[in-house]
Structure formats: structure tokens, C-alpha cells
């Protein structure tokens, strides 16, 4: 299929729930024995899809139409003045067509019980034509013989469910044009896979039929339809399209041990957001990295959970960054400060170094801050950290600006000490102060006492690590 560019919108799952209130659809016959049609009530809400708008922010739409698809025994009823909508169906495998003048029509299939589903945001028909020139489809608004279908992927956990970033999406037989995955703010031609928040893509160009759905991820299962018909395979999913729809389909995933990292890159000293930062899981080629975007942030999802890994941080003009770090089950938030080439250099030249330029070795800039759970944003003066590895390296304690202060024994007002000269391995660090407890490894592998921890050292690289100290 091709890719062409698109602009699309995706859908927000709500939590909604349904009861059966034990009615039928049309009186039976006296002398039918069939036995009566079983309809749940079915609630919901409805709003108006804007990019780059949260989506408790989004406007709800009064006077939206919402009918049990191919069922015109049945009747339709209207969101109120709050976008709310209550909906007698049939239980079971139905669609929910959304229709309101100005929007394009919405084909949500769910399968009616009691339970949640998603509640739809409705495309403005203006927006659909603004992108229609840029779509490249053969068939753009109004889909005269077409329809198009959204994705959305969700990954769920005991205390919320957000867009997965991550998911491949398939639709089977292999027909239209896409996928497009896309960002908050809309589709990003350098994407392969959903992005958070939204987890979403599109499909365009697609003719009218079923169609079979598959969610994958490297480290997710993705097999609970929230916004699907089920099929007897674990994972693959049945849905609709019919011309002139936008089918919203929708699945709950679960983390199956893999986690994710994010964050935000910083320049050193100018505290510059830096875009375009390479971030990798070291010492693993075959994982796919990812870049900083132009506000500095990054997300590198499928790394191993339960384990000690590094992630490598790489700008052009910076230093390459190692940062270690003990994953659990659950994802985590890196940031980090790129130390200008020429400020390192500056630095090392200053304590005489052997090897400035790190052609040899590899350095330690050692963070040691004040607070609690491992994230803080407050250096720690007076503490005293030691390299407990033997090795033939130097140690200086540096000021606010990177350079070395000979007069500090401790770390001052940074917070910052660095180890350079050291050769390729892993070292052993541990801190000490006089009134505060350092236990909490915050970006550091663990050590045989709780006051220290280890972090791998590779030539021509800055490993960053962090320790945490509560004070009384």
C-alpha cells in the first residue's frame, strides 16, 4: 500500500457502562415461542475532535444522532446539552452510527454488554476538507464509494488507560491506503508506529466490507476489544467499514514485562532544549532508537523491565551520555543535561587529564541531590562520593557552570563530581553525608551497600548517574 500524506482524526476512549433493562424491540407474536429480543442500555458522550486539545477540554456536541446500525425498527435518540446520550440496543456484536450536520457520520462497533466501550469525538466536515488536499486519496470527503477507519490502541493498567505508543496496525484483506499514524497534532510521516497520547492511526481509500484487525507491540498484548467484534483467534479483531463512515475501532492492551522511558534533553548551562538527540538502548544494535523532538522530549518504549540497562544519549557537539538504570514493571522518566563538547574538554584540561578529548577513557559525572522516590531537581551540597573500584583516575568536584572548583572537597552547590581518566568497565561508587541518609539509587545499578551503586564506563562516553539523599 502507499503512504501518502494524511491528516486524520482518532478517537478517546471513555469508560461508559451498560445495564440490561430486559426489553424487546417489538412485541412477539401470541403464538411465537422465539424468545424476546434482549436490549441493554447503553450510555455515552460525544465530542468535537480538535488536534492538540486534551480531551476532558474538548467541546461536548448536543443533538447528535445516535441509531443502532441497520436497525430501522429500532429508535435512534440524541446526545442532550451535555453530549450525553442513553441508548436501548440489542446485546451483543452491533454498530452505533453518530450523525450530526457539519461532522463526518462515525460506524462504532462494539459488542453490547454490560460493561465500557468508547465514546467517539466527531471529525468537523470543515477540518476533513481542509486536509482533503493533502490526503492524496482517491475517494476524500464525502467517501462516495469508500469508507475510512481509525485505530486506537490503549494501554491498560489498574490506575489508568492512555494511547500506547508503539502498535503496529494491519487490516486484513490488505486493502486502502495507510496506515498513517499520528501524533496529538497530526500526521507524522516519520512515524512506523502509534504515538502517544493518542496510539491512533488511520486508514483511507477502503471499500465497503469486514475486515479483520491485528494489534501488535513488542511488549504489549493487545487482545481486549474495547471498540471491536471478536474473532476465535487471541488478538485478532472484526470490524465493519461501510461508505460514506469513519469506522472507530478501539483495543485495550496490557504490558507483558516490557517498559518505557521518557523524558526531556536539556543543554548544559544554557538549559536549551535540545531536538534532534539520539536516544538508544546501549549495547543492544537491534532495538530501535528514537529522537528528541523539537521540545526536547523523547519516549524509547519495548526495553526490558526487572533489569539493569543504559540508554546513550547523542548529539552532534555534545558529549555522548550513558545513563544506567534499574528498571522495574512499570515505565519510568529519564531526563538529562548534554554537556557541550568544548565545556567537558574546557573542564578536563583545567585538572590536567590524561585523555581530555576521551579518545581512551571514559567519564563519571556523578549527581548527588536532595528528596525522595528517585526524581529530584535539587542538588545536594556536602556530600562526599568515592570511587570504591580501584582504578588510576582523577576526581574534581565541579561548580555550577562545569568547571572544576580545586578548592571543594565535597560537592558544593551542583551537587556535581567528576571521575575522568578511567578506562572501559564498570565501577563502584558510594556516597557520604554528614547529615543525610543516600540510599535511593536514582540512576545508578545496585552495589553491595545501599550507600552505593555501580555504572558502566565506555571510552569516548559521559555516564551520568545520581544518587538521592533524604535529609532529617
Known amino acids: ?238 470490524t465493519p467499514v461501510v461508505q460514506g463512515f469513519a469506522t472507530d475501532v478501539n483495543v485495550y492492551c496490557t504490558s507483558t514485562g516490557r517498559v518505557a522511558a521518557s523524558g526531556e534533553v536539556f543543554a548544559f548551562n544554557s538549559g536549551r532544549r535540545l531536538e534532534g538527540v539520539r536516544v538508544c538502548l546501549w549495547d543492544d544494535p537491534q532495538h530501535p532508537c528514537t529522537n528528541s523532538s523539537s521540545d526536547g522530549s523523547y519516549r524509547i518504549s519495548a526495553l526490558p523491565g526487572n533489569t539493569d540497562i543504559a540508554l546513550s544519549f547523542e548529539k552532534d557537539g555534545h558529549v555522548p551520555l550513558l545513563s544506567p538504570a534499574t528498571t522495574t514493571g512499570a515505565d519510568y522518566e529519564d531526563s538529562r543535561l548534554l554537556f557541550p563538547t568544548a565545556t567537558l574538554t574546557n573542564t578536563l584540561t583545567a585538572v590536567a587529564a590524561q585523555d581530555p578529548t576521551l579518545q581512551q577513557h571514559g567519564v563519571v559525572m556523578f549527581t548527588v541531590s536532595s528528596g525522595s522516590n528517585g526524581i529530584t531537581e535539587t542538588p545536594l551540597a556536602g556530600a562526599t562520593v568515592e570511587l570504591v573500584t580501584p582504578a588510576a583516575g582523577g576526581r574534581v568536584y565541579l561548580a555550577v557552570d562545569g568547571s572544576a572548583d580545586p578548592q571543594l572537597t565535597t560537592t558544593g552547590t551542583s551537587g556535581l563530581v567528576l571521575f575522568y581518566d578511567l578506562p572501559a568497565g564498570t565501577y563502584e561508587l558510594a556516597v557520604q553525608h554528614p547529615t543525610a541518609t543516600c540510599a535511593q539509587r536514582a540512576f545508578l545499578w545496585p552495589a553491595a551497600s545501599e550507600h552505593a551503586g555501580t555504572a558502566p564506563v565506555v571510552a569516548g562516553r559521559l555516564s551520568s548517574a545520581t544518587m538521592v539523599c533524604e535529609l532529617p
Open 1 to 238: 500500500m502507499s503512504h501518502r500524506r494524511t491528516l486524520w482524526t482518532a478517537c478517546c476512549v471513555l469508560t461508559l457502562s451498560t445495564g440490561c433493562i430486559g426489553s424487546t424491540s417489538t412485541p412477539p407474536d401470541a403464538g411465537d415461542n422465539t424468545p424476546p429480543e434482549e436490549l441493554v442500555e447503553i450510555e455515552g458522550a460525544v465530542r468535537r475532535f480538535e488536534f492538540s486539545i486534551p480531551t476532558e477540554l474538548l467541546q461536548l456536541l448536543e443533538g447528535v444522532e445516535v441509531c443502532v446500525w441497520e436497525r430501522e425498527d429500532l429508535s435512534c435518540v440524541r446526545t442532550d446539552a451535555s453530549g450525553s446520550f442513553t441508548l436501548p440496543a440489542p446485546k451483543g456484536e452491533i454498530g452505533l452510527t453518530f450523525r450530526k450536520d457539519g461532522y463526518v457520520p462515525l460506524l462504532a462497533p462494539i459488542v453490547a454488554k454490560a460493561g465500557a466501550f468508547s465514546s467517539p469525538r466527531l471529525t468537523p466536515v470543515e477540518l476533513a476538507q481542509q486536509q482533503g488536499a493533502i490526503w492524496d486519496a482517491t475517494d476524500p470527503y464525502p467517501f462516495a464509494h469508500t469508507g475510512v477507519v481509525t485505530f486506537n490502541a490503549y494501554l491498560k493498567t489498574a490506575a489508568s488507560v492512555r494511547g500506547l505508543d508503539g502498535v503496529t496496525v494491519q487490516l486484513t484483506p490488505d486493502v486502502g491506503l495507510g496506515p498513517f499514524y499520528l501524533r496529538a497534532d497530526g500526521y507524522d510521516p516519520t512515524l512506523s508506529t502509534t504515538a502517544a497520547p493518542l496510539g491512533a492511526a488511520v486508514m483511507m481509500d477502503v471499500p465497503p466490507g469486514e475486515y479483520e484487525v491485528t494489534f501488535t507491540h513488542p511488549y504489549a498484548q493487545c487482545v481486549e476489544q474495547a471498540g471491536l467484534w471478536e474473532t476465535t483467534t487471541p488478538g485478532r479483531f472484526r
